[in-house]
């Protein structure tokens, strides 16, 4: 099993209709086919236009940023994994940070996202990742270990090929100041390590494993030719379509 390298945008909420459809275009007109795969993670909103937008370019999916844990049914303003693979979407960012933070999202839940994420085909992009207090209190591999165990090693092997991993520690996110490729060097192989433990060899070595924190054109290549980091999940330079190029051309 090969791992891929993989270039990943998250939008967060950001974009309105013409704005991504014009991003999604540029994203498109500018992309070359030796780039690494490139996933674009939308709001729901541009999902099905970009989806039409991307369809006859093969480096570039879709992906939505969350995901409602049942399959349908009476839970207002909520999106089904079935809703999405109705779109074309191929994968689901899930674990945000932010959907922890914000929306109470504990490694449960996740876990509960992920199966009915991959009952339907689609592939979960599993963000894992401390705050700064865990990390000065050197306790970032334990709490990292506890949320991919948790989300994770209840699934089967055949089920975590399809599974995706990104190493986030939220001290870097929208700050400026990314992890150094040491420290994400380090994570990863510790991520990678605990998935070998757990899954075999076949499988760890196969699992894309991303890293976000304030990726940028001039830091990318350095973080992602560290043996262990396959890509980068990118927020505020991935709504730049000459910025996110450039991530998606730095391997
Ligand atoms: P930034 O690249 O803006 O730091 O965001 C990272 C992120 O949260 C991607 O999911």
């Not at 001290?171 to 390590?193: L, V």
């Amino acid at each position: 099993m090969e791992r891929k390298l993989i270039a990943a945008g998250n939008w967060k909420m950001n974009m309105d209709y013409d704005q991504g459809r014009d991003l999604a275009k540029a994203i498109v007109s500018g992309l070359q086919p030796s780039d690494a795969l490139v996933i674009l993670g939308t709001p729901y909103i541009h999902l099905k236009n970009i989806s039409g937008i991307i369809k006859d370019i093969s480096n570039i999916k879709l992906a939505a940023q969350n995901c409602h844990q049942e399959e349908s049914g009476a839970y207002t303003g909520e999106i089904s994994a079935a809703m999405l693979k109705s779109c074309g979407v191929e994968y689901v960012i899930l674990g945000h940070s932010e959907r922890r933070e914000y929306f109470g999202e504990s490694d449960e839940l996740i876990a509960q996202k992920i199966d009915i994420v991959l009952k339907h085909g689609l592939q979960p992009i599993y963000c894992c990742g401390e705050k700064l207090e865990v990390r000065e209190a050197g306790k970032h591999e334990e709490l990292v270990g506890e949320q991919v165990k948790t989300a994770l090693f209840h699934l089967t092997r055949e089920q975590m090929k399809q599974v995706v991993v990104a190493y986030e520690p939220v001290w870097a996110i929208g700050t400026g100041k990314t992890a150094t490729p040491q420290q994400a060097q380090e994570m990863h192989r510790f991520i990678r390590g605990l998935l070998r433990k757990k899954f075999g060899q076949e499988v760890a070595g196969g699992t894309s494993i991303l890293y976000g924190g304030s990726v940028k054109p001039d830091n990318a290549k350095e973080l992602f030719s560290q043996p262990d980091v396959d890509g980068g999940l990118v927020g505020g330079a991935s709504l730049k379509a000459g910025d996110f190029l450039a991530i998606a051309s730095s391997f």
